[in-house]
T-cell receptor, first 113, second 117 residues
Framework: KNQVEQSPQSLIILEGKNCTLQ??????????LRWYKQDTGRGPVSLTI?????NTKSNGRYTATLDADTKQSSLHITASQLSDSASYIC????????????FGGGTRVLVKP | KAGVTQTPRYLIKTRGQQVTLSCSPI?????VSWYQQTPGQGLQFLFE???????NKGNFPGRFSGRQFSNSRSEMNVSTLELGDSALYLC????????????????FGPGTRLTVL
């Protein structure tokens, strides 16, 4: 069964600190992996999309890594800001079944001043 | 360019009623997907439409249905509402580039918050 597991479920960090979110998946055959940021009450916004051949991709202070062999991804937030408080969702696309997306449960990040 | 719009933003219904939600994709986008988001289940895929045809469907009962119009606007309908249908319903649109279907980035709307009493 295709699954995407994220950890931790929630995280509290101080403004200016770094943090790393984890995503493990069993989706096969793998097509691509996406990280989304979702502010409370809003729709998710794409941060990065990575295919099998990409092992790192950055978007400002957000850096995503992908290890397709171990089926793990991480999202690193550098020098966190209060506006980084949000849910971060890992989504994996499978080449099979019409490229259906499998969503992780998300990690809720709270940045405190 | 305007983003994905969804109407209404908030809706309160009672059990047994039916509801129709609307989604207008980004101009030029031809694919529209619908998702249900609840605190317990997270984001779950409902269905995807392209050129007025349903291309993919998630594991939801037949009470959930949708359609897409020739201008790519989409509607989803939920009949015989249950308490468990209370959720944020999100619509996402994408360009749908032939040959790069798995890479098409999805742009989400703000969602419709449905409360079933």
């Amino acid at each position: 069964k295709n699954q995407v597991e994220q950890s931790p479920q929630s995280l509290i960090i101080l403004e200016g600190k770094n943090c790393t979110l984890q995503c493990n998946y069993t989706v096969s055959p793998f097509s691509n992996l996406r990280w989304y940021k979702q502010d409370t009450g809003r729709g998710p916004v794409s941060l990065t999309i990575m295919t099998f051949s990409e092992n790192t991709k950055s978007n400002g202070r957000y850096t995503a890594t992908l290890d397709a062999d171990t089926k793990q991804s991480s999202l690193h937030i550098t020098a966190s800001q209060l506006s980084d408080s949000a849910s971060y969702i890992c989504v994996v696309s499978s080449k099979a079944a019409g490229n259906k997306l499998t969503f992780g449960g998300g990690t809720r990040v709270l940045v405190k001043p | 360019k305007a983003g994905v719009t969804q109407t209404p933003r908030y809706l309160i219904k009672t059990r047994g009623q039916q509801v129709t939600l609307s989604c207008s994709p980004i101009s030029g986008h031809r694919s529209v997907s619908w998702y249900q988001q609840t605190p317990g289940q997270g984001l779950q895929f409902l269905f995807e439409y392209f050129s007025e045809t349903q291309r993919n469907k998630g594991n939801f009962p037949g009470r959930f249905s949708g359609r897409q119009f020739s201008n790519s606007r989409s509607e989803m309908n939920v009949s015989t509402l249950e308490l468990g249908d209370s959720a944020l319903y999100l619509c996402a649109s994408s360009l749908w580039l032939a040959g790069a279907s798995s890479y098409n980035e999805q742009f989400f709307g703000p969602g419709t918050r449905l409360t079933v009493l």
